[in-house]
């Protein structure tokens, strides 16, 4: 007879604690070297790599701080990123309320049609869009804004769809019955229900647009002061290639943000991907 | 029949709602209402998805296709488009195999198709090595990690947090990391090695490598989250039950619960598919993909030759060469994998 084991998994904690510790160490090592890197001088940096600033100096920080470059980029991002997010969510669960509620012919095409949306990276549009904005006149930031909304509908309505479905339908009828309009029924009572599917897709959308790259490099050439901050970091390194520790300190104060904006909203962002993945 | 002509883009299929809402028409005068309602119901329709479809049908469909177009000319981007010259499927031709002109043969293969194969290689390599090596490493971590110990929240924060991090910052940290005079040259000497002479990122054997551990770095944690979520549904008792009959913790994990995420690792798989046929900001930060190209991808090559080089007809063609290989990889995805899964469901429905 086999006698009861003790927990056979609890030496192993030590296991899963040295796999972590290493985990933590190779993600925030590099990170903690940007950041230190910043407090230090050139030659400390070249004689002193590893080590704690020595001398530990405010400079780089300071000098990028007092400047109005940081601020404005940080601004743009914030515009547009917010533009970019009210604008997805807006016209996603706009499109979804129907695509989900109603019954009418042609809404499976109508469905089909934005997600083939996923299928067409930016990548690929990306020389075709900028003679398009061109064309149209649309430049500066406006131009990432509209075309990141764009991109953003596919995955967006894909997870409103399901969500705004999942709302029991005796709601229309209860509202019905009480002479809400099918309109008066969206903003009035859909929107308030659907606001944990509009977070999920609004925090996605937001760091979609936070961290853009490919749009902004082809859009926002010339004056770094209409720049966002990823284009704003490239070109800082573009243009002080020899002061290092002050493409750190820029690097590590444009990284800060987005690392803010994922402590408070890290369950929102796991849900959000974890959902949008399972669809 | 006035009120159906003001309803504008929904009138010709106002028709159609009717018939499929109400069935079979009874020929009542009841319709006479129906139909006024029918009317209001398109025009909601188009109201709530009209701006999304004009929105994604202008500045997604229409670049596209646009794409598409572009990929038959020969066109700078600067000159009218009506001026371009119309030269078929030449374009293709240089990618893939430098063109059907036997003159010039020679020297496009050199200037347009080896550059394009060597990028699509880069790209294809940046798969097959996601499959190999992040896909066990984060499932060996998250097995690891699928379990109480202290601190677990914070370190499932810290190991995402680079996902969230946006790529250019990820890549000018590592390029300074990385820099020839840089710590990781630094670290190199202090064990006793020889750095990459050229280099980190121009060494021809290196470059490559030094470029895929900074995406594993910055995209494994994506691996490692959903893995976890994917666990955290495993029933618990399932794990107990095995572990009390003596199943070692391999066995557990080899038997129970990879299988069981199983639809979750392929759901990472085909993200990972993707991304890495798309993989575009990282690489071009880190040098526009090297200085010979050495770790360029397909998106990196398109943008030098398309945008920068002002070649947007070839550069169009490089899109839709992009576009099919991505589609092709989502059909394959969807006929292979998602049969098993479904198969798999049928089977356990048996």
Redesign the interface.
């Known amino acids: 007879m ?1 006698s009861v ?1 003790p927990r ?2 609890d030496k ?2 030590y ?3 040295g ?2 510790l290493v ?2 160490a ?3 090592g ?2 903690l ?2 950041v230190l ?1 910043g407090f230090k001088t050139q030659g400390d940096l ?1 004689e002193n ?2 080590g704690f600033p020595n001398p530990f100096q405010w400079q780089n920080y300071w000098t990028i701080l007092s400047e109005p470059l940081f601020w404005r980029q940080l601004l743009n991002s914030t515009v547009v990123a917010l533009a970019t997010t009210f604008g997805v969510v807006l ?2 669960t ?2 979804a ?3 989900a509620r ?5 809404r499976e095409f ?1 469905f089909v ?2 997600t083939t ?1 996923l ?3 930016l ?10 904005l061109r064309d149209m006149g649309i430049s500066g930031l406006w131009g990432l804004v ?2 990141q ?3 953003g ?2 995955v967006t ?1 894909i997870i409103l769809r399901p969500f705004l479905k999942a709302l029991p339908m005796e709601l229309e009828e209860a509202a019905a019955m009480d002479g809400v309009s ?2 008066g029924f ?1 903003w009035r009572m859909l929107l308030p229900l659907a606001k944990p599917g509009m977070v999920t897709v609004g925090v996605l959308a937001f ?1 979609g647009s ?2 853009a ?2 749009l902004p ?2 859009l926002l050439t010339g004056d770094p002061t209409g720049m966002t ?3 704003g ?2 070109t800082f ?1 573009g243009q002080h290639s020899s002061a ?1 520790t002050m ?2 300190a820029y ?1 590590s104060l ?2 800060i943000p ?2 803010v904006f ?2 408070f909203m ?1 369950r929102r ?2 849900d959000g ?2 959902g949008a ?2 669809g | 029949m006035t009120a159906l002509e003001t309803s504008g883009v929904g009138q010709g ?1 106002a028709v ?2 009717n ?3 109400a069935g079979p028409r009874p020929v009542t005068p009841v319709t006479n209402h129906k139909r006024r309602d029918n009317i209001r ?2 025009g ?2 188009t ?3 009209g ?3 004009v ?2 049908l ?7 296709i ?2 598409a177009r ?1 990929s038959f000319y020969k066109w700078n ?1 600067v000159s009218q488009f009506s001026d371009a010259e119309f030269i078929g499927f030449e374009n293709y031709a240089r990618a893939l195999f430098g063109g059907t002109d036997p003159d010039l043969k020679q020297a496009f293969t050199t200037q347009y198709s080896q550059p394009f194969w060597e990028a699509l290689g880069h790209n294809f390599a940046i798969i097959g090595l996601s499959m190999a090596v992040q896909l066990p490493l984060a499932l ?2 998250a097995l ?2 699928n ?1 109480k ?4 929240p914070s ?1 499932r ?6 996902y ?6 990820a890549g ?6 990385f ?1 020839p ?3 990781a040259t ?1 670290f190199m000497h202090s064990i006793g090695l020889n750095p990459p002479a050229g280099g980190w990122l121009e060494d021809q054997t290196w470059a490559f490598w030094v470029v895929f551990f900074i995406i594993t ?1 910055k995209y494994i ?2 691996a490692i ?2 893995f976890l ?1 994917g666990l955290s549904g495993v029933p618990e008792d399932l794990q107990e039950a095995a ?2 009959d ?1 199943a070692s ?1 391999w066995q557990v994990q080899w038997r129970i619960n990879i299988p069981l995420i199983g639809p ?1 690792i392929r ?2 798989a085909f ?1 990972s598919l ?1 991304g890495s046929i ?1 993989l ?2 990282m690489v ?2 880190l040098n526009q993909g090297g200085t010979t190209g050495q770790y360029s991808t397909i ?1 990196t090559y ?2 030098q030759i ?2 920068f080089r002002s070649d ?1 007809g070839y ?2 063609a490089i ?2 060469i ?2 099919f290989i ?2 092709a990889v ?1 059909v394959a995805y969807m006929l292979v994998v998602l049969r098993n899964d479904n198969t798999d469901r049928i089977r356990k429905a048996r």
Do not use: C
């Not at chain 2, 110990?149 to 677990?152: D, I, N, T």
């Open positions: 086999r084991k056979k998994f192993s904690v296991l899963s604690v796999v972590a985990g933590v190779l993600t925030l590099p990170i070297y940007l890197g070249a790599p590893t016209f996603g706009m499109a309320y129907p695509l109603y019954k009418f012919r042609g109508f049609v934005f949306g299928m067409f990276p990548t690929v549009a990306v020389l075709p869009l900028y003679l398009l509209i075309p909304i764009a991109f509908l596919p309505i099918r309109v969206f760091i936070w961290n790259y490919l490099l082809l901050l990823p284009l970091v490239t390194q290092t493409i750190m690097t444009a990284m987005a690392l994922f402590l890290e962002i796991v991907l974890t993945v399972k | 299929s159609d709602a018939a499929s809402a119901k398109w909601e329709i109201l709530f998805v701006p999304a479809l929105l994604f202008t500045f997604v469909v229409y670049p596209v646009s794409a572009y981007g060996l971590i690891t990690l379990r110990f202290p601190g677990r370190v924060v810290i190991m995402f947090a680079p969230v991090l946006s790529e250019v910052i000018v940290m590592w390029l300074i990391i820099d005079n840089g710590i630094d770095w944690g994506l989250i959903l979520a572990s009390i003596g913790w979750t759901i990472w993200l993707i798309q575009f900001d071009w930060v998106a398109m943008m398309g945008f947007w550069g169009s899109a839709v992009m576009f991505s589609f989502a």
